[in-house]
Nanobody, 114 residues
Framework: QVQLVESGGGLVQPGGSLRLSCAASGFPFSSYWMYWVRQASGKGLEWVAASNHGGEKTYFADSVKGRFTVSRDNGKNTAYLQMNDLKSEDTAVYFC???????WGQGTQVTVSS
């Protein structure tokens, strides 16, 4: 089955960290760039980060630069979003997506609150 499944979301205090995972199946994961996108309640989609096929090239939105990192393990068909120094404005549903936005995960909720 072709799918992406995110995990790792939850409630964290400001300044805390979370690592999201995106497990891929049913397609050649290592052939695709992977993206992370988030959507805060009542707002539109916001692109967060991207990783090239091998993970050597990564790109970030200004809003998360210096706090978030992305990585991937092509042997495990999994992408990761490491989020550090979380702020209340990072609260959102986080999605991983395959290049071209042709496949999306179900999303995982991240809530940053004291």
């Amino acid at each position: 089955q072709v799918q992406l499944v995110e995990s790792g979301g939850g409630l964290v205090q400001p300044g805390g960290s979370l690592r999201l995972s995106c497990a891929a199946s049913g397609f050649p994961f290592s052939s695709y760039w992977m993206y992370w996108v988030r959507q805060a309640s009542g707002k539109g989609l916001e692109w967060v980060a991207a990783s090239n096929h091998g993970g050597e090239k990564t790109y970030f939105a200004d809003s998360v630069k210096g706090r978030f990192t992305v990585s991937r393990d092509n042997g495990k068909n999994t992408a990761y979003l490491q989020m550090n120094d979380l702020k209340s404005e990072d609260t959102a549903v986080y999605f991983c997506a395959r290049a071209g936005y042709t496949l999306w995960g179900q999303g995982t909720q991240v809530t940053v609150s004291s």
